[in-house]
């Protein structure tokens, strides 16, 4: 169509660039405003459906309904009322439905259809194949029907009822379809001779099939190819004619051979009557006795119809042209035979199947819900002679277990016995054997039990079978009917279940050992003595009498097991005499005040007092009345002038705790000079004895009382409270027995014990009273009397199965069977003892004979089937488990007349010994041929021969390897220990390794290793290294602890003495620097007042500015000070300076003023106040003193109060506590491993960081709320534990060379912690002894014989002889004796053929080759693709012709294939080489594995010689094309020089591109590929084609497709975008058509081929026109 403008006139006007442009904007203007409008006849509304929703009903099935949304929508989509929409048309929104429940899914499931043919893609997207080079394959698509059937009959149902269990299985899969496989034959054998030696003949070379022709691929060529040839002329007459032997033809039996063998049926058992030609007495006895014999021992059985006919074969003369003439124009020579004799075939005959029998499974088993189901047939008739042999006569399928009450399977679960008690020196035996000490020992140990297999559910079963039994005796009635479901009101009276065999149990096997826990015994832990307390009265509401005791505690400071009892006496007694409850405590002294009101003198102190128990605490005031009150003390203020005394001192600490005739106790005070008196008047000092007083005390006898108890006695029953299950008993046992309580009741029990009062841990005193009655211990207690506990046994097993064997000399061998039961429960605490038998044995009963069948031959002929005994068998038997079955007929020949008659010949005598004596054989005479005597010559038929016995040469030689060094059976190394743990079984030590041997004879062949006196093995001694263990060192002792005030550690350590080696015990983690030591650090705590400074009194002062007359001024005092213990009595005795703190030690020497005399004397400073918190400079402490002397007038008293400020950690400090780090795990000294305790130590820190007495925290009530212990586990290092070693295996090999047997072990518990790790051999193996591979084995085929004649159909042989061979190598032909315990068969095949026809060709005949051999396997296959086609393998028949004029008389060649396994993927590759001198090269087609082929090759142009390009094509991946010039191999692209010549062949680059549907990013390639059609870009080469797939192997466009419509949608976009904003320009060119012709009103027109025109005028400029025209 032409497109134009239209003038006013209408002619066309000129087309130019502007007008297109005004033309597309007016089209695209009109277009933009008419976008909206619609047909008048069409309706803009239509229905809109949702969904279906869930089918709902009341019952299951097709009474359902389902209902969906239905609703009004315009085209532009949105929803409007129903009512403007067709209700004629509206769909209807509900429908019935089948409404599926849960039991629906056992009968309906999907029915899956077979797979159709794969489709290719291409074909199936675009409607017909697309032509393309096949590089493995083509992607295709296969489709299934998939529908929801009913199970029952199969017909359809709805596909949602299925989809309501199961998503619908795919309709289609991708597949590929394999490229057309050519056939691949091999290259042509040599030439064979000229078949002629004179005149015109042929020369033949053939080759084979090596791949036949699959997927539609082009056929084998010829495999024959021929040549003409003339050796030279013929001299004479040639060779016309041959004589040829034919075919035989099938065996028939004549008419009269018929009728006689019916006659004879007829008259049997007369024969010997009717027959009147033995005359011989004798003859006609033997025969007699003979017949006799074999008509007992024949079968009257119809296995066997024997009859005999004949077979006849055409002998004709045949022309080299393959014609046939008359038998005359052959060469005169002896005919051969005719006609034969032959056996009737007759087919196997079989019976019908019988019924299926009952499914073996009867019971229901989730694991294996199916059985198995059998049926059989009988041989009616055995097949003779070239019958068919008979079919399989036993089928076996799968069943189910009919019935729906179908009982449960017997299931089998593991039980154990309980567990052993738990030992840890069975723990410590693991670790370090040269501990000898084991009592006492405690924490983690180990404890074992036994494991064994039991039915689970016997009870049930048992239970089943019972109610089976009663409904089929027909008891309708019950005697009463249980109240509940019979399953439920079962009682099991046996606790035990019946042990079976463990192969029965398939679950985990339980372990047989576990770790445990013996708890420790806590050792009661006591403080030390307190001081000796007043003396009282024993009991102070009894105060009568006038003696009384002293006592002095200490307290449990760790709680012992069981209680108090067993901790030592807590309360020591001293008799005293004037006891007292309480008395008055001298709190202070007031000052002293001078008596008359005087200023200075003496005077007197009152004292402050205040009433205390005999344990210190103040109590009422009145409670002392009746002691002696303090009266008040005398005491001198000093005058001006008089000397000045200091007060006295505390009393020190008394020396002795007791006084004796030879030792006091003493105490001191001491007291010093502060002002000497004036020189007159005033009162003297006294001189240096006057200041110190010492005074006796602790005056009391060193005799100390307390209770000592005796043991705890055993807990029994207290016959005074038997009604109340009470129990007493005496006290010579501590320890109190726990246990369970009779029968669930709480049995209170009492213990007695003897209490006595001892003195001095020596004597014990007779009278109690030297003792007080308060502290006195208990005598009876409390206790738990455990109940008795029986042993529980299992039933004993079944007994063993007897497995039937036999020995070499058909003896049954005896053996015994035996059967066991277990200890479940061992019995305590005077329970019943077990059983003594636990295991019991007897011999099997074994038949008298081997179990066992034979074929034995009767006259008849027959065969019939045997026990090894002799007694008859039916022949199913011998079929089932005899060899195969002796031939029924075989060819022989009938003496004539005058023939003589042997038997054959017996076998050889056996040898006593190689070299040694002679063997014979014999046979007999038989017949008339006895009485002739030409058959009594024993030169012409000698009846016995002999040999002398063979003197064969053995030679014996190791062959293999050494087998592992396998310890002596049964070693272990500790029979005590109950369970197999590395180290209890003997794994080390000495022990032997093996080699076997083998024995050959003088000839190399194989024989039996005792012909060389060789048990079959070479044993040489060999050494497992036993594993050592780390060996550490003992404990060192703890240090001391590394602070002596507040928490520090201490630490011990071990030495490692001997690393581990050979897989013993591992050490534990080592110190990281030496690698050598192992620490232990727990915390300590050290009291902070356990030393103390004591410092002696001042010494006198020396004045160092001395008024000889006043005896005053500036001087210095000094005193010692010393470290010592201190003890609850006080500082004890003298220890180093460094245990005290050094920043509390007292100064030793002062400076100061010594008064004269007036001055006022002031006592010594008091203590410092505390510092009030928080500490601050705000805050002060004060300390004050007082006058003693006061001073004279005019003088004055220095302040008597001292001040200073409260400075933070100078003066004052604040406390807090400190955590330490938790400790190691500890254990008990008797535990070495299992659970124990970590603790961590709370400190009282001050301020400045110094670890202070806890006291300072505990003043200030901090809070603490720390847990101080927490329990741990210290892991215990278990060895290795494992399984006995298995039995030997059966041999790898039956025999040859490379036979083994294995055992194994297994890990029953692997090592945990430090324990011995697991050993890396858990398989052992040793040769196997060398057995000769004896086999039957064919000759070779003869060649084809045709009796006497030239050519035609005749026999080839072939015989079975014994062959024996080492496994591997080759094989030697031995006698056939070595196989007759052989099964007659060659490579499986129980067939045996040793002969077979064939055919000579005739002189001129062209004939088939015999079948070549199998070709190797071939897999078709997929080069890198993982794609398999299977494997395949062909032989193949040529075509040999020895007449050019036979040539159209040749037969067909022939090949055949067959399935194959193991095959190997090759690839096909053109090959070439020059040729000298010559322009042509050499082509060749090669596969993979070096092989020259013909066929496989790509079908594309060979490659030719490079020399035909000039320059040659010499870089890589290059070739010459036809055209001369140089090109690249498929997948390279050329790389051309500035000269235009090639210049490399570089790889092109794979476009990657992802498929549509792969959401992983599959990745797909392609790449170029050589063209079908040549290029024209270049003359006289051959161009390359570029192309993308659209569409992926599963017939979906690809990605890389919905991306380009995406890019050009966009461009349209854009391309509209900017066509509407032209159409603005509409005014513009209105403005420019208004120059023209009136009706210019923009308009386009069309110009159509018959001239017709159609106008369209743009709406826009309309308006725009009459717009500005008004």
Known sequence: MGLGWRDVGGTPGKRTGGSWYLLVTLLLCGFWKAHSQTDDGKSVYFWETGPWGRCMGSDCGPGGSQSRAVWCAHVDGWTTLHTNCDQAQRPSNQRNCFRV???HKDLYDWQLGAWNECVPVSARTFGAARQFTCSGGEEGIQTREVGCTLKADGSPAEDAICEYFEPKPRLEQACLIPCPQDCVVTEYSPWTSCSKTCGTGLRNRVRSVLVPPLFGGAGCPNLTEFQSCKPGACVGPEGLYSLRVGPWTPCVLTQTRTARQAKRRKGKGQGLRERGGVKDPETRELIQKKRSRNRLNRQDSPFWDIQVGYQTREVACIHRNGSKVGRNLCIPRELPLTIQSCVLPKDCQVTEWTEWSSCSKACADPESPRGNRTRRRQVLQFSVGEGVECPVLEE?????????????????????TEWSDCRVDVLLSQQDRRRTNMTGLCGGGLQTREVYCVQANAELLKYLNNLKEKDKAGQTQRQQKPSVPPLLSITFQITASRPVENQLCMGPFPNRSQLCQIPCPIDCEVSPWGAWGPCIFENCNDQTGKKGFKLRKRQITNEPTGGSGSCPHLVEAMPCDEPSCYKWQLVSLDRCIPDDRKQCGTGTQLPQVQCINSNGELVDRSLCSSSAVLEPVSCEVPCARDCVLSDWTPWSTCSQTCSSKTVEGKQMRTRSILAYNAGEGGSLCPNSSALQEVRNCNEHACIVYHWQTG???????????????????????????????KAGNLQRKHLAGAVLCKINFIDVIPSSKMCPEGPRPNTMRACQLPCKKDCIVTPFSDWTECLVSCDSGGEVVKRKQSRRRLVIQTPSNGGQDCPLVLEEEKDCEVPKVCPGFRYKHHCGPAVSCRQLDG??????ECLKSAKSMPAITQRCQLPCQDDCQLTNWSKFSSCTADCVGVRTRKRALIGRSKKKDKCKNTQMYPLSETQYCPCDKYNAQPVGKWSDCILPEGGRADGTAPMKVQGDIKECGQGYRYQAMVCYDQDNRLVETSRCNSHGYIEEACIIPCPSDCKLSEWSNWSRCSKSCGSGVKVRSKWLREKPYNGGRPCPKLDHINQAQVYEVVPCQSDCSQYVWVAEPWSVWKVSNVDLKENCGEGVQTRKVRCMLNTVDGPSEAVEDYLCDPEEMPLGARESRLPCPEDCVLNDWGAWSRCSMPCTRNNSRVRTAYALRYPGVGRQCPELSDREPCSLNLNCFNYFYNITDWSTCQLSPNAVCGSGIKTRMLDCVRSDGKSVDIKFCEELSLEKNWQMNVSCTVECPVNCQLSEWSVWSECSQTCGLEGKMQRQRSVVQASQGDGRPCPSQMEQWKPCPVRPCYRWQYSPWSECRVESVVCGHGTRYRNLSCFVSDGDGESSMVDEELCSSLELAVNGDKKIILKEACTLPCPGECYLMEWSDWSSCVNICVKGA?????SVQVRSRAVLAQEPENLQLCPDQAWESQPCTGGECFQYKWFSSGRPNSSRPVVWCQRSDGLNVTGGCPAMNPPVDNSSCDPPCLMTKSFCSEAGMCMCEEGFTEVLSPAGQLDQCAPIPVLEIPTAGDKKGDVKTSRAINPTLPSTIQPGRTGRTWYLQPYGPDGKLKMWVYGVAAGAFVLLIFIVS????????????????????????????????????????CPQCQELAQSNSS
């Open 101 to 103: 429940c849960d039991w």
């Open 396 to 416: 076996t399928e799968s069943c189910e277990p009919p019935g729906g009450s179908v009982p449960p399977c017997a299931s089998y679960t593991w039980r154990t």
């Open 711 to 741: 043991p705890w006695g055993s807990c029994t029953e207290d016959p005074s409270t038997a009604p109340l299950n009470t129990s007493a008993g005496t006290r010579p046992v501590r320890a109190e027995v726990s246990g369970l309580s």
């Open 871 to 876: 007694t008859q068998a039916d022949i199913s």
């Open 1426 to 1430: 993982g794609v398999d086609f299977g």
């Open 1618 to 1657: 900017m066509i509407y904003l032209a159409c603005s320009a509409c005014v513009k060119v209105h403005r420019s058509l208004k120059a023209q012709e009136s009706d210019a009103n923009g308009t386009a027109v069309w110009m159509g081929q018959n001239s017709h025109e159609m106008v369209y005028t």
